[in-house]
């Protein structure tokens, strides 16, 4: 620690992590669980946003399994190149929409990569059980085909059919060789590729999409958290939403069936709580014709409204959640707006990494005479505010994809249900003290991570048991010492 605390620059910072990750794999997870609040917007956002963009000028070992157009026909051959067979996790991008940056091509290798080192670190998978993929189909990003360090095949992205077919003999080869209770997460692909792949492999794969429902379960959970202190149920809040792509869409969609079970109403009448503001103004019933189809279920009867200040003053929205990879779009105006509606604004800017920030902590403390509830997607440092210290929260889909990862290996699940998202945002929402919350956290410290993704899992297995999708029988009695028992722990055996 005292050699990596050295380095200035947080990206040296990461190519030392990832030297040790290759040299010396214990380590490497040594450190990142004893230090994880310092090393986690290390090795994941906001530094592995630069990485990804930096990643041919960086590169030095090959991390992962690259698989491109080329191999089409033979991805089955280039999964069994490797080494390890008994895979729990993969995790697979094709780098089209990484974090807020856009298309980095095969250069979003860093993301699977930083991914799965915090399924190990935070959950407790092993690390000879994890494959991050990428999958190369070219990169539209002209400056990368320009860039002579560029790693990636140097042509425009395939699309449509040879795009489908690829990804297909992708799955198919994935079930073959590592059967069916691998889990395949899908992370940074782009909004209308991603929910075509949740859909259509949703109900004969293990897969989960990180963007849309691990992000979900982290939002709501620091929801449920804060209501539990300031009072009232999610049913009665009103949602603002800038930002309609996957984040956006998947948190409302789980928050209207949360509500629903709460309040026993079917899930089209929950989701008329909630209002989403995409680039072309407050999405509306008038647009029906032109909305993408996973924007429709939010176009409700509505005059059209361009501008976001505006849909806050007449929606009256008691929670406003950004998550339109655009930086400073919750403007002083926004936000203003926010806190002459609310004593306790809820605002939630949650765009990584940190120059796409809808706001700042600062801004929003500031500008809400330090009454907002804020939490952000990457981490800010705590605030004084008037001679108080405001701590804002990191609404990191860390706190829930490990947990749930590791619940759903040790039950044997072989598929992801809605449930077990709820589960998991209830079991993380139940770990918020009042201690924290007073100092304006609605997320439990990463210090206590591993305890929370034992609870998570538990809690996730239970569900997995419950709707009979569990294939590990007997249940174990206790889940959560189970789920304890499962954890890797990097620690050197004691030889005499």
Not at 304 to 326: F, H, Q, R, Y
Not at 463 to 475: D, I, M, N, S, V
Request: glycine share 8%.
């Amino acid at each position: 620690m005292h050699s990596l605390r050295k380095y200035q620059v947080p990206l040296q910072k990461y190519m030392a992590m990832m030297d040790l990750q290759e040299t010396n794999e214990r380590l490497f997870y040594k450190l990142l669980i004893d230090h994880v609040e310092e090393l986690l917007p290390v090795v994941y956002t906001p530094t592995v946003g630069e990485a990804c963009q930096k990643y041919g000028s960086i590169f030095r070992r090959p991390q992962g399994l690259f698989i491109s157009l080329k191999e089409k026909g033979k991805i089955l051959e280039v999964l069994k190149n490797w080494p390890q067979r008994n895979i729990q996790v993969i995790v697979v991008t094709d780098g089209e929409r990484i974090l807020g940056l856009g298309d980095l091509g095969c250069q979003g290798m860093g993301i699977p990569v930083g991914k799965l080192s915090l399924y190990t670190a935070l959950g407790g998978v092993r690390p000879s059980a994890c494959l991050p993929v990428t999958i190369d189909v070219g990169t539209n990003n002209e400056n990368l085909l320009k860039d002579e360090f560029y790693i990636g095949l140097r042509q425009r992205r395939a699309t449509g059919e040879e795009y489908d077919e690829l990804l297909h003999e992708f799955m198919s080869a994935v079930k073959q060789i590592f059967g069916e209770k691998v889990l395949i997460q899908f992370e940074d692909f782009a909004n209308h590729n991603a929910f075509e792949l949740l859909e259509k492999y949703g109900t004969t794969h293990l897969v989960f999409n990180d963007d849309i429902q691990g992000t979900a379960s982290v939002v709501l959970a620091g929801l449920i958290a804060a209501l539990k202190f300031v009072g009232g149920t999610l049913a009665d809040q009103r949602f603002l939403f800038l930002g309609a792509g996957e984040a956006g869409t998947g948190i409302a969609e789980l928050m209207a069936l949360e509500i629903s079970k709460q309040t026993n109403v079917p899930v089209e009448e929950a989701r008329k709580k909630i209002w989403l503001v995409d680039s072309k103004g407050l999405i509306v019933n008038s647009r029906w014709e032109s909305l993408q189809q996973f924007k429709k279920p939010w176009a409700h009867v509505h005059e059209p409204i361009n501008e976001l200040v505006d849909a806050v003053k007449v929606i009256k929205p008691t929670v406003l959640i950004g998550t339109s990879g655009v930086g400073s779009t919750f403007t002083e105006d926004v936000v203003e707006a926010m806190a002459a509606l609310n004593e306790k604004p809820i605002i939630l800017s949650l765009s990584n990494p940190t120059s796409q920030s809808e706001c700042t902590a600062e801004e929003a403390y500031k500008w809400s005479q330090g009454r907002a509830i804020f939490a952000s997607g990457s981490p800010f440092a705590p605030v004084e505010y008037k001679g108080k210290t405001l701590v804002p929260g990191q609404a990191n889909n860390a706190y829930i994809f490990p947990g749930l990862g590791l619940g759903l290996i040790m039950s044997g699940a072989i598929r992801v249900h809605n449930d077990m998202l709820l589960a998991a945002s209830e079991a993380l929402a139940a770990q918020v003290t009042r201690e924290n919350f007073d100092k304006g956290l609605i997320f439990p410290p990463f210090t206590d991570i591993r305890k929370i993704s034992a609870q998570i899992a538990a809690d996730v297995a239970a569900k997995a048991y419950e709707l009979g999708l569990a294939t590990r029988l007997p249940q174990p009695k206790d889940l959560v010492k189970y789920a304890e028992s499962c954890m890797y722990s990097p620690t050197y055996r004691s030889y005499r």
